[in-house]
């Protein structure tokens, strides 16, 4: 019976609301309500109400159109953004110098000997096609089993579909073992294979294309340096790689054997075989300051050997740099040493710099420069930051924390960045898919570098996996960038330094520095000045902020219901119960009905005397009093106790809403 | 009443096609009527404050704020077309743009000696004279033939001349001859000609062909300039009548300039190139130029996977007076840019490995009305003489050509050939020369009108380059890598490349983030109306409600009541006339104010009995049933009868 009590006053609640009819509270609706429209509606004469209700309409509509438009604009997550350009103290960027040879030739000679002598006679065999000539005869015998494994070949297209295949090697003892992989039959592939007796040369379709192309550029002679990579030796598996020029596959060839040979030797090792600091690094100042190579990190880069970074933050603070101008930033003195490069690793000579934010790992191949000997390089840094709001107003990444990509690069306690998610995606597939780790890039635990020796067929995955399409979209795909990216804009230019007046004296005190003894060690082939420093303007910050804010987005949308109605969050709350309101009359109005419907039968069944009009209008106003009647339940005490009568109390609470206006109608 | 079916409403409207006025009688009625009932804040209290200075406070205030509406949306309509800046960075697959590669030297110096062989008589013969320079003196590599001086005499005309008493008198350097100058002096170089050494001042004439009185002395402060200028003019005179075809011939061909060629991890030859003939820089070479319709592009940074190429730098076989330094002269440029190699190019020096990093920029401006910039160049008169997308160059260098063919009658060599028009050379054109100085002078004086025609283009692609020299090869790998290279070069030249020949060129994606920078237009009309709305609704609560009720109210009640008040007036008067029975136009005006007070005259059913059961209760509320608690309910009736009228009428009828 609760539910019935709380029924029926609900009822009454009703009673005390503005009308008993959906036309009335309409009415009243209209009448009280603080949107500009529906009063109108009401006050105006039938033709103005036509219009009125129609314009009402409209406004309405077009209030709900343009609230669809504003929170589509909002959830369209827009940013602006805020450029800032100027001068302040900033960190100084961490500079990373590195010489472009990983290893001083002098330390590494016992290892690369065999690989040195190969490449020698290969070169001389190239390059003097005439057999017979070549000078061997006083060498002592060559290590072909490292050449075996991935054999230099010759490709002479002038036939396009028959290129042949000249092994530098073979060709000299199997006195002419011209063998033709005959298009793209497997039947002259293995009848290359018997020939080589090592490698089973099966020639892909697509490789005999860009072979075969290259006869269209030759106009009479193109002796392409080639590669093969076979996966497994004696499997058919194989593909040649092939250059159009000579230079570029031998030092291809070189980078691919002298990786197998030195991914053997430990770390230790070969940080040893590599520059050393106090070597390397010849003067250091920094602002008025002086430092010297004791201030610089040491990191082991594959690439490019021991680098040392100045100013990398990991265990001190960062150095802050207040002014602009040279001599308030670092300046180097760097010595490369060129007489000890690895002839035939890297042809280019120099210093290879990187500046980048503290902690994070410099990736020199990406975002390195060069520097050359005998000159004075002077870089002017702005630093160009890009501050960006996560998501959902971009999608990038805060820390790398929600990439799905092991972060390799996390030993060394460096931050994310999209270069290092890159590479830890290829070396996680290439462990995946080879079985081992790529020399280039660092090792996850338990997992051993490539080498030819434990992987025969290193080279041809690596090489499928470099060039496969797929797997590089898969990483670029599931590797995002940071949010908060800084460039460091270089303006670089340069001077020849030493000048040849002062040469003679700075050779002299440098090589007295670094070696102790008055023999100059030093020449210009080998030294680099660098001055990197902040320009008069040091940074431009573009800065991104939310477009649409909630606060926009309300005042927006109180604007529009403002502006065509005169509405505010106050006259929804009207509107809604009035709703309500309308529901409880269909409620009631619903069990009238029913009501009526049972008395219909009741009377049919005892036939009274008709009721009185006065019974049926106090019946049709006042349904508290019908609903008690009918049903007869005396129980009910908070039911109004005299039929007829309307409750004593319920207009003058309904006045009390009204109350609000009194001091208006006060002032009247 | 209005949700009644359409047939019903057309009858009601033509019903009361009489048009009823407005309710009030008067002006003042009406005023008051529409201070009381409108929805804006400031009138009501205009009309309900007692006391004069109230009152007056309230005018001023409403008044202020009504001006203070129309400032502000007079501020937001102004700042309409204002645009907001938005940086996305994206890390993707980019396009590789393409590379066009020149050799800074535009043909082979010993394939042009037929034609040049003449020139270079006359420009030795003038550094002998003017400067005492001999061949024999100085490291000048290839002899100098005796060239047959057949002599054509168009190098007499215009003579590089020596002034002695700088701007009257001058050497010829044929004749020897000194003579008088006329005509204005242009100094090339700088506007101070330095008087105490007016000696080494050395220039040229030109002269108007057809009115030999009318001529410009350019003069130079450095006889560097000064022989160079004169060349090149010369020069150009003489590849202007070369065709096409012979020039691409004497140029480079894609196997003397390119050595080897990587891209991407790959092997790339000269197939990937195209070749594209520049005016002044011969045949250049275009890699990436999406001629085939394939556009290669990089999933990987780095200097490993971009474009690596070794360029032959043939110095022996360089023009000695056309270029002065040595190496090769880059651009990177999308591949529908047109390359203005001798405007942007980057220059490459030999003997060292170039390593150019790129950051990719995209902009992208919003047009008309936001700013004045063109989407397609197709809405400028200026017809694109480059086969290659709209850009402010392009249409300037346009411009420049088409004013030197309608003035000239002949067009400028640098730039592409408009239809119908070939270009200037002294034999055609003896007076080209002269006209195109002083058009190229009103070009850079901006009298041609092209850079006020001129538009930026709207949107742009800009690769940020960053380069970085290193010593290439290294002295340790010297020795093979030339050898390896020479051999690769091949059977074609016999001499061992020396390193100087040759040049290193990586270029290649520093990382792979794509940088677009966009102008949005900062509002849009709902956002307009959406602070129109704010500021109304802040200052006045008002809303367009409100502003259509005082178009109602303050110009068609206003003129409906000043038009009855005279169609009364007319009729009382015209009644007064006619007749003497004053009661019934009495009984008429009050009928007739009825009427406005009562609009629902005409409006619904006929009363049934339910609906006059469904009156509201408020009618009964009076009865002395309850006892009244104290004013309220006294206010009640004033809320009622505010509300009642209209039901009250439904009841009357």
């Known amino acids: ?668 | 009443g209005a949700m009644a079916p359409g047939k019903k409403i057309t009858a009601r409207i033509k019903r009361t096609l009489p048009v009823k006025g407005p309710q009030a009688p008067t002006l003042s009625e009406l005023m008051r009527w529409y201070c009381l009932n409108t929805n804006t804040h400031g009138c009501r209290r205009i009309v309900v404050s007692r006391g004069r200075l109230r009152r007056f406070i309230w005018i001023l205030l409403t008044l202020s704020a009504v001006g203070l509406i129309l400032w502000q949306c007079a501020e937001l309509l102004m700042n309409y077309y204002s645009a907001s800046v938005s940086v996305t960075v994206q890390f993707q697959k980019l396009p590789f743009p393409a590379v066009t590669i020149c050799n800074i030297n535009p043909y082979k110096y010993s394939s042009m000696k037929d034609y040049l062989s003449e020139l270079d008589k006359e420009t030795k013969k003038a550094l002998e004279t003017f400067y005492g320079f001999s061949e024999g003196k100085s490291k000048v590599r290839r002899s100098v033939d005796e060239w047959n001086s057949t002599g054509s005499d168009f190098f007499k005309q215009i003579p590089l001349l020596k002034f002695e008493d700088f701007s009257k008198t001058a050497t010829d350097l044929r004749s020897g001859q000194k003579r008088k100058i006329e005509g204005s002096v242009f100094h090339k170089d700088s506007s101070i000609v330095n008087s105490g050494d007016s000696n080494d001042i050395i220039g040229f004439q030109l002269c108007d062909a057809n009115n030999s009185s009318e001529c410009a002395l350019y003069t130079f402060s450095s006889g560097v300039n000064a022989i160079q200028e004169w060349y090149k003019l010369h020069y150009m005179n003489i590849m202007a009548q070369i065709p096409l075809e012979t020039k691409e011939k004497l140029s480079y061909s894609a196997d003397d300039l390119l050595l080897t060629c990587f891209f991407d991890g790959l092997s790339c030859d000269k197939r990937h190139f195209t070749l594209f003939h520049h005016p002044l820089h011969g045949n250049c070479y275009t890699f990436n130029s999406g001629e085939n319709g394939t556009i290669l592009s990089t999933s990987t940074g780095g200097s490993e996977y971009g474009l690596q190429v070794v360029l032959y730098i043939d110095e022996a076989d360089y023009n000695p007076f056309l270029v002065t330094s040595t190496g090769a002269k880059i651009i990177v440029h999308d591949q529908n840019e047109y390359p203005f190699i001798e405007d942007i190019g980057t220059e490459i020096e030999t003997a060292a490995a170039t390593s150019i990093g790129m950051h990719f920029t995209r902009s992208r401006k919003l047009s008309k009305p936001y700013s004045d910039c063109t989407e397609t160049g197709a809405d400028i008169p200026v017809e694109n003489l480059y086969n290659k997308s709209y850009s402010l160059q392009i249409c300037l260098h346009s411009c420049f050509q088409k004013a030197m063919v309608d003035s000239c009658g002949c067009a400028q060599y640098a730039q592409p050939l408009p239809a119908g028009a070939e270009y200037c050379n002294y034999k055609k054109n003896p007076n080209w020369m002269y006209c195109y100085y002083r058009l190229h002078e009103k070009f850079v004086k901006e009298q041609l009108g092209c850079q006020q025609i001129c538009k930026d283009a709207c949107s742009f692609k800009e690769w940020a380059l960053t380069t970085s020299i290193a010593q290439w090869p290294s002295t340790v790998s010297e020795d093979w890598m030339l050898r390896v290279l020479s051999w690769d070069k091949g059977q074609k030249i016999n001499k061992k490349l020396n390193k100087t020949d040759l040049a290193n060129l990586m270029v290649f994606y520093k990382d792979l983030n794509e940088r677009f920078i966009s102008e949005n237009p900062a509002n849009t009309l709902v956002i307009l109306l959406s602070n129109f709305g704010g500021q109304l609704g802040l200052w006045m609560s008002c809303s367009v409600v409100c502003v259509i009720e005082i178009i109602e109210v303050f110009f068609i009640d206003s003129l409906f009541i000043v038009m009855r008040r005279q169609w009364q007036k007319a009729k009382k008067w015209w009644n007064d006339q006619k007749r003497d029975r004053s009661g019934k136009t009495q009984q008429g005006s009050d009928l007739e104010r009825q009427g406005h007070d009562n609009p629902v005259c005409i409006d619904e059913d006929l009363p049934t009995f339910n609906t006059a059961l469904r009156l509201p209760l408020p009618q009964d509320n009076p009865l002395p049933r309850t006892p009244p608690p104290n004013y309220s309910t006294l206010r009640l009736e004033t809320a009622f009868t505010e509300q009642l009228p209209d039901t009250l009428e439904v009841g009357q009828h």
């Open chain 1, 1 to 668: 019976m609760n539910l019935k009590k709380y029924f029926i006053r609900a009822l009454h609640r009703l009673q005390k609301g503005p009308g008993y009819t959906y036309k009335e509270l309409l009415v009243w609706y209209c009448d009280n309500t603080n949107t500009h429209g529906p009063k109108r509606i009401i006050k105006e004469g039938p033709k103005k109400k036509l219009i009125w209700f129609f314009l009402t309409l409209l406004f309405a509509s077009l209030v709900f159109w343009q609230w669809g438009i504003l929170i589509n604009t909002y959830l369209s997550y827009n940013v602006t953004s805020s450029l800032s350009i100027g001068f302040k103290t900033m960190k100084f960027p961490a500079v990373t110098v590195c010489n472009a040879n990983p290893f001083k030739y002098s330390e590494v000679k016992h290892l690369l000997k065999e690989l040195d002598r190969l490449i020698e006679v290969a070169l001389e065999r190239i390059l003097q096609p005439t057999p017979g000539n070549s000078s061997e005869n006083a060498s002592p015998p060559l290590d072909l089993e490292l050449w075996h494994q991935i054999p230099l070949v010759l490709i002479d297209e002038h036939d396009k579909d028959n290129p042949v295949i000249v092994d530098i090697f073979e060709s000299n003892q199997t006195a002419l073992g011209n063998q033709t992989a005959g298009g793209n039959q497997t039947a002259a592939d293995n009848q290359t294979a018997g020939g080589n007796q090592t490698t089973a040369d099966n020639q892909t379709a697509a490789d005999n294309q860009t072979a075969g192309g290259n006869q269209t550029t030759a106009d009479n002679q193109t002796a392409a340096g080639n590669q093969t990579a076979c996966s497994h030796q004696g499997s058919d598996n194989c593909t040649y790689r092939n250059f159009t020029s000579a230079a570029q596959a031998v030092t291809e060839w070189y980078i691919l054997q002298s990786t197998s040979i030195l991914s053997k030797v430990p770390l230790q090792e070969r940080i040893r075989m590599g520059y050393q600091a106090e070597d390397m690094i010849l003067a250091c100042l920094y602002g008025a300051e002086p430092c010297n190579y004791k201030n610089f990190t040491q990191i082991y880069h594959p690439d490019h050997g021991n680098c040392y970074i100045f100013n990398w933050g990991m265990d001190e603070e960062a150095l802050n740099s207040s002014n602009p101008g040279a001599e308030f930033g670092l300046k180097l003195i760097l010595d490369i040493s060129q007489q000890d490069y690895i002839p035939y690793l890297s042809s280019a000579a120099g210093a290879r710099l990187m500046l980048h934010q503290q902690k994070s790992f410099p990736f020199l191949k990406d975002q390195g420069i060069y520097a050359m000997a005998g000159t004075e390089t002077s870089i002017g840094v702005l630093v160009d930051e890009l501050e960006r709001m996560g998501y959902p107003y971009s999608d990038c990444t805060m820390n790398g924390s929600d990439v799905p990509v092991k972060n390799l690069y996390s030993q060394y306690n460096t931050s994310y960045s999209i270069q290092a998610c890159l590479r830890s995606c290829f070396q996680n597939d290439m462990i995946e898919i080879c079985g081992c780790g790529h020399y280039m890039f660092p090792l996850p635990e338990r997992v051993n570098y490539c080498n030819n020796e434990d992987n025969p067929g290193w080279a041809y995955c690596y090489s499928a996996l470099r060039s496969s399409i797929r797997h590089r979209q898969i990483c670029i795909d599931s590797c995002k960038e940071t949010c908060n990216d800084t460039q460091y804009k270089m303006t670089i230019s340069m001077a020849d330094w030493p000048s040849e007046a002062s040469e003679d004296w700075i050779f002299h005190i440098l090589s007295y520095e670094r070696d102790m003894s008055t023999n100059v060690t030093l020449d210009r082939n080998g030294i680099i000045k660098l001055n990197i420093y902040f320009q008069e303007y040091n940074y431009r910050t573009i800065s991104e902020s939310a477009a649409t804010t909630i606060v926009w987005l309300l005042s927006s949308l109180g604007g529009q219901f403002g502006f065509w109605m005169g509405g505010s969050v106050l006259c929804l709350i009207e509107f809604g119960e009035i709703i309500i309101d309308a529901l409880w009359i269909t409620v009631i109005n619903m069990i009238s009905w029913c009501k009526g419907l049972k008395q219909k039968r009741v009377q049919a069944r005892y036939p009274d005397a008709p009721p009185t009009v006065s019974e049926l209008v106090e019946a049709h106003t006042n349904l508290g009093f019908q609903h008690e009647d009918t049903d007869a339940l005396p129980r009910d005490e908070v039911l109004p106790p005299e039929p007829g009568t309307p409750p004593p109390n319920y207009d003058s609470l309904r006045v009390q809403p009204l109350d609000v206006l009194g001091p208006d109608s006060d002032a009247e």
